[in-house]
């Protein structure tokens, strides 16, 4: 089974510290997307990427960046936290077209 | 653009009773259709997918669902819900261009005993 692994189940980190955000996947996909979860918005893309060193805004971009230096490995980064960024960060990885996204166990990010 | 609804922020049904999650689409070509589910602090587990041909999918877990073009709807069931499947349920759309799946707003689904 393919696996995507995030880094942290939970973190706490202070308003203005930079943040970074680990997702590993181990099946060779070329692409790969980080969502937030909200409560009542269902999940929103900030970023993706379809191969390495490339990347694509989301739909809620701001405030955050992303970094593909492997294949396997796409990074979210908070340049400066802020509290509405507190949320659950939801990594995928998909291998294909006729494939849907395989998802890690989440992060949940708390902001203070 | 392309939308997924669904209506239902909230669902209880008694365990072994039957159960239908809606879900309405906006595309204007024939989409590919998902549902997943996600239990408590976990990720999203693919339930089932459609792409073209049959319009019934079967998938895991004993799910099912049924692609309406004339309804632009994708509405998952079950014959008889068990206590575990209590849990979120997501649809989602793959759009066009990239492979962006863009998501509902999820339906929480209860078992009451």
């Known amino acids: 089974d393919v696996k995507v692994t995030q880094s942290s189940r939970y973190l706490v980190k202070r308003t203005g510290e930079k943040v970074f955000l680990e997702c590993v996947q181990d099946?060779?996909?070329?692409?790969m997307f980080w969502y937030r979860q909200d409560p009542g918005l269902g999940l929103r893309l900030i970023y993706f990427s379809y191969d390495v060193k490339m990347k694509e805004k989301g739909d809620i971009p701001e405030g955050y960046s992303v970094s593909r230096e492997k294949k396997e490995r796409f990074s979210l980064i908070l340049e400066s936290a802020s509290t509405n960024q507190t949320s659950m960060y939801l990594c995928a990885s998909s291998g294909g077209s006729s494939y849907g996204y395989t998802f890690g166990s989440g992060t949940r990010l708390t902001v203070v | 653009a392309q939308s997924v609804t669904q209506p239902d922020i909230h669902i209880t049904v008694s365990e072994g009773a039957s159960l239908e999650l809606r879900c309405n689409y906006s595309y204007g070509a024939t989409p590919y259709l998902f549902w997943y589910v996600q239990s408590p602090g976990q990720g999203l587990q693919l339930l089932l997918k459609y792409f073209s041909g049959d319009t019934l999918v079967q998938g895991i877990k004993g799910f099912e669902a049924e692609f309406k073009r004339s309804q632009s709807s994708f509405n998952l069931r079950k014959p008889s819900v068990h206590w575990s499947d209590a849990a979120e349920y997501f649809c989602a759309l793959r759009g066009t261009g990239f492979q962006k799946l863009v998501f509902g707003t999820g339906t929480r689904l209860l078992v009451s005993p």
């Open positions: 099946m060779d996909h070329e692409n």
